[in-house]
């Protein structure tokens, strides 16, 4: 169940992004629970009582307790960070105050139904991507890493090195068949690297630079391959659907 909040003083509005939301759900085969609150005192107590929500539509401009007052008791008080915030306004003029809450998307009103869906299929996936975890064997245990925290591997022989931005860990296998367990941020740039494009800080034709300065050369048969990958992604962040 993908629980959605809606809170804003407009009940026009409210009713019809609520329509919006389950209607783009049902074509998109998600299960969505959404909840509507008129007031930010409103959702700020069900907030107290337990209510948690994977992704909110907020109105900024509430009477009271406003939508930039809910999102900091959401990421102060709450420390919750995983509640995508998605604010919606008339105006546009709010950038600076809403930096710090740092919200998964600002909208301005009124609000399409292309809008809304590319938002929900954002949140999801960013939370899809979250929840993944790379497992690997090591001495006989069984270790779990999430794959966010990856920047890449590279073996030697049969032993695989992972690198995080924490350290590294060894353990034995075979880069091929780590590279079908993982999310589409990954890519084969050598048969004996695998990167993780969020912790990539620059590309050439023949090198990447990762993020803890280290250089790994993509080799000549990936380059072609790996040039179309990095417009795709480039591309994919530019449209806001990473």
């Given amino acids: 169940m993908y629980r959605i ?30 909840e509507v609150w008129y007031s930010g005192e409103s ?22 307790a406003d939508g930039i007052l809910v999102g900091k ?5 709450m420390e919750d960070i995983n509640t995508h915030i998605v604010y919606i306004s008339s105006r546009q003029t709010y950038a600076m105050q809403l930096f710090k809450i740092q919200p998964l998307d ?13 938002v929900i299929i954002r949140s999801i996936r960013q939370k899809q991507s979250l929840r993944s975890c790379f497992e690997y064997q090591k ?7 999430p794959t966010k925290d990856i920047a890449y591997f590279t073996s ?3 032993k695989i090195r992972l690198v995080t931005d924490k350290g590294e860990e060894e353990f034995y296998g075979k880069l091929k068949n780590i590279m079908e367990e993982l999310p589409a ?15 990539v800080r620059e590309y050439s034709y023949d090198c990447v ?23 795709q992604y480039r591309r994919a962040e530019l449209h806001g659907e990473l």
């Fill in 156 to 158: 030697m022989d049969k």
């Fill in 139 to 145: 001495g006989g245990a069984v270790f779990r890493i």
């Fill in 73 to 77: 008791f959401i990421r102060n008080e």
């Fill in 185 to 199: 941020d990954f890519m084969t740039i050598h048969k004996s690297y695998i990167v993780n494009q969020l912790y």
């Fill in 106 to 118: 600002f909208l301005v009103k009124p609000i399409s139904d292309g809008q809304i869906k590319e």
């Fill in 5 to 34: 909040g809606i809170c804003d003083d407009d009940k026009e509005l409210c009713s019809g992004l609520e329509e919006q939301i389950y209607f783009i759900a049902k074509g998109l085969s998600i299960d969505a629970d959404v």
């Fill in 43 to 64: 959702i700020l107590n069900d907030l107290q009582k337990g209510t948690r929500l994977d992704l909110i539509f907020l109105d900024i401009q509430l009477v009271q």
């Fill in 209 to 231: 630079k990762m993020s803890d300065g280290t250089v790994l050369s993509i080799s000549k048969p990936y380059r072609k391959e790996i040039r179309g990958k990095i417009k």
